[in-house]
């Protein structure tokens, strides 16, 4: 064999070798890599719905804890309302027929009474006035209540501080002194001071200059 022979086989043999580590390092993995073989892994937990309570309570034509005070209504009476339509929204409320132009309603436990009135010259006229008085010391969470928790017991220092534009007003008859609130709706909201207690006693929401001293008599 000559040399020229011998340097060719020696050199084929080189190249065959080369091609085949050159394979062997094209499949391998390298070590300690993780080989893509299993699907990603997903949440199937669903987003928890928000569970925020609304703070405004049922509404319970029984109940005057759950009854709203806003610029217009009290509980289920809206004013300016026709009567007979704020008479139908309260079928347990009492309408005496020598009083025809008033409903009342009284807690069982006489804690508190409600009415709601029209001007007793018409037939059938619209809501002036809507008014709920406790007739023992109560908190705000026994009564109807705005949207700042002001209702029975609030002081007049929790009022003013709502509604610093209240104005101080003593009732004609009977000297009752009042907070008065003119909002955006059409009526007034008074909130009146139990003698000698500085407590709502009762609130009121009326067309009028001043809640009535007197509905039948």
């Given at each position: 064999m000559t040399s020229t022979t011998t340097r060719n086989i020696l050199l084929?043999?080189?190249?065959?070798?080369?091609?085949?580590?050159?394979?062997?390092a094209a499949t391998s993995a390298p070590a300690g890599?993780?080989?893509?073989t299993d699907p990603p892994v997903t949440s199937s937990a669903s987003p928890s719905p928000s569970t925020s309570p609304s703070d405004e309570p049922t509404l319970d034509l029984n109940d005057p804890a759950s009854w709203i005070v806003t610029e217009n209504s009290i509980g289920p009476v809206q004013?300016?309302?026709?009567?007979?339509?704020?008479?139908?929204?309260?079928?347990t409320w009492t309408?005496?027929?020598?009083?025809?132009?008033?409903?009342?309603?009284?807690?069982?436990?006489?804690?508190?009474?409600?009415?709601?009135v029209h001007d007793s010259a018409e037939q059938d006229g619209e809501?002036?006035?809507?008014?709920?008085?406790a007739l023992v010391p109560l908190a705000p969470s026994d009564g109807p209540r705005t949207s700042d928790v002001l209702g029975?017991?609030?002081?007049?220092?929790?009022?003013?501080?709502?509604?610093p534009d209240a104005e101080e007003q003593t009732s004609t008859i009977g000297e009752a002194e009042m907070l008065r609130v003119d909002g955006a709706g059409e009526g007034s909201l008074f909130f009146t001071f139990a003698e000698d207690r500085d407590a709502v006693s009762a609130?009121?929401?009326?067309?009028?200059?001043?809640?009535?001293?007197?509905?039948?008599?």
């Open positions: 084929l043999g080189a190249v065959v070798m080369t091609a085949a580590l050159g394979g062997c890599s993780a080989t893509p004013l300016g309302e026709p009567f007979s339509q704020a008479r139908e929204a309260v079928p309408v005496d027929e020598t009083c025809s132009w008033a409903a009342f309603w009284n807690a069982p436990d006489h804690s508190l009474t409600a009415y709601f809501v002036t006035t809507i008014d709920v008085a029975f017991g609030s002081t007049r220092a929790e009022v003013l501080a709502a509604h609130i009121t929401l009326t067309l009028l200059d001043e809640p009535p001293y007197e509905v039948c008599g």
